[in-house]
């Protein structure tokens, strides 16, 4: 099975106690937030994994 590419805008910002919070505009729902910039990042890459892995069932459906 080929693997595809996707790209995607992330939005991150920083909350008045420090935390930074990202979002993808394009995935309705997909958002997380993390200490640092390094978690927020990664943990909005697995999160774009579960909107599109959720996506993807509701449209087999």
């Not at 693997?3 to 394009?26: H, S, W």
């Amino acid at each position: 099975m080929e693997e595809q590419v996707l790209d995607f805008n992330v939005i991150i910002e920083q909350d008045e106690e420090g935390i930074y919070v990202a979002k993808v505009p394009e995935l309705d729902g997909c958002y997380t937030q993390g200490k640092t910039l390094q978690e927020a990042l990664d943990r909005i890459r697995e999160s774009i994994e579960v909107c599109l892995e959720g996506d993807k069932v509701f449209v087999s459906q």
